[in-house]
């Protein structure tokens, strides 16, 4: 037998040394600048858990970008893609396939309200780019107003939408989008100083953006029902609902963006849910099928499918609803309905990681805030409690953070880290215990970077 027969092809791709220097040669990184960097070499995982070139073990607190929602290698996600694989790798968008009808049943029996019509695409940024396009369809209307303070994607009318510094190298300021300011009481636009003062006039403020962008030239207000990278603030009670009214009012279709806060992350199946609206159209994308084969997609309102039946949608993509990713979809689904997931993540944040926060809070001076709520949780970390100047700058990055971070990678877990803030977005299937064991390397860390 020949060499070729006997190895596989992946064979050459476990030396760690070799992967760690072929990266450095050929592979161009995202939001770096290339010759300052030093990727990580990650060589299994398992579960809540990473292993690095050096066999060293790190508990994952960040999901990697917030998608492994189940965790690596989950069994019955792996199980699926291998029986999909052997049965039907790929087939192109136009015709029907069992894993992706299925995984549109499923992700429609769990969104709210009448959005039972799935458009699938490849992640995040392309669904919000299909969602704008069909609201613009649909509305006949060109503009799309954003909040400040948000985050998505990386392609062009999805970067153009981000509010955070993300988007200050690629906006052209073309794109029809106007930026607004979403509820932050911590940091208020409005000097509220209250949750209901705050909620009340950054309704006011949407009220008056859109009267003066002219009602019937916008299309969509598009907003992460809980803004996840740039902050995880949590809206207010009221909030949501105002903005539903704004755009009934005026016949603006709402897009809530869960991304990053559905499937299970804020504790419920879609953030929505908390502040009991139904929108028009909901994107989505990681933790659908916890990020193990690229998925995302639009889910969509019977009233827009409607716009569309006998008009042809203009927009397409090669992989949508590729097999592969719908059959992880419709095992991580399965496994969440099984599992109860959803109902774990609520219980991890109001009994674990919420309280281990705010036991951390009364200790660290650093911690001006703590908000959150599922598995989904953020530190607004601050160089001085009174006047809640931020550790580290707005679109920056400070010693005292990179000090933090540093601290907990060496103690053997992964943060989530953005400008000034740590974010706590274990696994939804992380235990009470690996948790606890996290929080504990946090508490080391903040106290090791204060010195
Ligand atoms: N929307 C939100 C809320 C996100 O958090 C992200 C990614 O973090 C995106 C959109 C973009 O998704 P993707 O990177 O899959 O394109």
């Not at 790190?58 to 990697?64: H, I, M, N, T």
């Not at 809980?226 to 603006?252: N, S």
């Not at 099984?338 to 919420?354: F, M, N, P, W, Y």
Request: glycine letters at 10%; one cysteine or more; proline letters at 5%.
């Amino acid at each position: 037998m020949t060499e070729t027969t006997t190895r596989s092809d992946l064979s050459s791709t476990y030396d760690a040394a070799r992967a760690y220097e072929l990266d450095r040669a050929h592979v161009f990184h995202s939001w770096s600048a290339q010759a300052e960097i030093s990727p990580m070499v990650i060589t299994r995982a398992e579960g809540s858990h990473v292993w690095d070139a050096d066999d060293r073990r790190y508990l994952d607190f960040s999901s990697q970008l917030v998608f492994t929602n189940l965790g690596h290698q989950h069994p019955r996600i792996v199980a699926a893609i291998q029986e999909q694989a052997a049965h039907l790798c790929t087939v192109a968008p136009a015709v029907a396939n069992g894993a992706r009808s299925e995984a549109a049943r499923l992700i429609a029996s769990h969104t709210p309200g009448d959005l039972d019509h799935v458009f699938f695409t490849n992640g995040g940024a392309d669904a919000n780019e299909h969602a704008v396009r069909m609201a613009r369809l649909h509305t006949g209307r060109h503009k799309v107003l954003t909040t400040y303070r948000s985050y998505h994607g990386g392609t062009h009318l999805a970067v153009n939408m981000t509010g955070d510094p993300r988007r200050w190298a690629s906006d052209h300021g073309s794109a029809g989008t106007v930026h607004f300011f979403g509820p932050f009481l911590y940091r208020s636009a409005f000097h509220a100083r209250t949750e209901a003062e705050e909620c009340e006039r950054a309704l006011e403020h949407l009220d008056q953006v859109v009267s003066l962008e002219g009602p019937g030239t916008i299309a969509a207000i598009v907003l992460e029902a809980i803004p996840g990278t740039a902050g995880i603030m949590i809206p207010p009670p009221g909030y949501l609902a105002g903005v539903r009214e704004i755009c009934d009012r005026h016949g603006i279709v709402l897009v809530a963006d869960e991304v990053m806060s559905g499937f299970g992350r804020a504790g419920r199946w879609f953030a929505v849910e908390h502040g009991g609206i139904v929108p028009d159209l909901i994107t989505f994308a990681k933790g659908v099928n916890s990020g193990y084969v690229p998925l995302g997609g639009v889910a969509i309102s019977d009233e827009i499918h409607a716009t569309f039946a006998h008009r042809t949608y203009p927009g397409g993509l090669t992989y949508s609803g590729h097999p592969l990713a719908c059959a992880a979809a419709v095992a991580t689904i399965r496994t969440m309905e099984d599992e109860d997931v959803v109902g774990r993540a609520e219980r991890l944040g109001e009994d674990v990681i919420g309280p281990g926060l705010r036991a951390l809070a009364e200790k660290h001076e650093r911690i001006g805030e703590v908000r959150g709520t599922g598995a989904f949780w953020a530190l607004e970390l601050v160089s001085d409690r009174s006047t809640r100047e931020p550790l580290a700058p707005y679109g920056g990055s400070s010693p005292e953070m990179g000090a933090i971070v540093k601290g907990c990678q060496e103690r053997g877990m992964l943060p989530f880290a953005n400008f000034n803030r740590i974010h706590v977005v274990p696994p939804l299937t992380t235990t009470d215990d690996e948790v606890r064991e996290g929080l504990a390397i946090l508490d080391a860390a903040l106290t090791a970077a204060a010195g």
